[in-house]
């Protein structure tokens, strides 16, 4: 499979969007730190899935806390409350919680540089090493040696330096404060005709309200997610994929509200959020 880069696009945001592990990316492409070129074309892994919304989700089952499934995960208490609106440590059985899919480990952000470096009679690994300021099991890992012996005019890679991989796609954004309405449950009302009433989906309203059935009572005062801001005007270099992380909601959500079929956008569109 291949993928164009285009304007805005980082090894991370693209690792990430296709399931594979940065430091994969750029070695099967021969990236040297974490430049890339606008139409450059990237190899992706045969064996890549596709991630565009970042998150699964999770149903609690008896047993489980916030703690032990952020240990499991990789995440942490705090995040998982951030990203499902909650207000307290208190979990039910068959809540469906959202997790963060990272495939990227933080120790493998940053994309080494190197140099070639031609054995002369004296050398050692050790010597090569502490005159580079870089591990012997370092230089070792990177040449895939069997042992410590050299040869002269033997080449070998050496790390010189890294490039910390953008965590990102197009321009930087701060995440819009969170905040809901409320809506109060009448006789006919089902989780998906208030879901449409207000151009949000049924996870959302499930997950927000930490409810743990589809079952309405009339009465029921429901919070609606919304957000500080209504609309978004597109940048280059924006995708649907890369807005929908600036703001902390879904892909397919974006789509619903704006009534797209695809996920081409035009520079200067306005899109409810």
Known sequence: MNYT??????LWGISNQYGVNVSDLAALNNISGS???????LKIPSNSGNNPDNMFMYT???????WNIAKVYGTSVEELKRINYLTNNNLYIGQVLRIPEMYTK???MNV??????????GDTLYSIAKKYSVSVDTIISDNALKSNNL??????????????VEECFGEDYEIPTISYNTYTVVKGDSLYSIAKKF???????VSINNLTSNTLNIGQVLK???TSSNTYTVKIGDTLYSIARKFNVSVDSIKNKNGLTNNNLSVGQILKI
């Open 112 to 121: 080494p540089n190197y140099i070639n470096y031609r054995v002369v009679n």
């Open 5 to 10: 880069v285009k304007a805005g696009d980082t």
């Open 106 to 108: 933080p120790e493998d």
């Open 35 to 41: 430049n890339l070129k606008v139409g450059q074309v």
């Open 224 to 226: 609606i997610p919304g």
């Open 60 to 66: 609690v089952k008896k047993g489980d806390s916030l």
């Open 151 to 164: 040869s002269l005019g033997q080449n070998l890679k050496i790390r010189t330096s890294s490039s910390v």
């Open 199 to 205: 151009n949000t989906s049924v996870s959302e309203i």
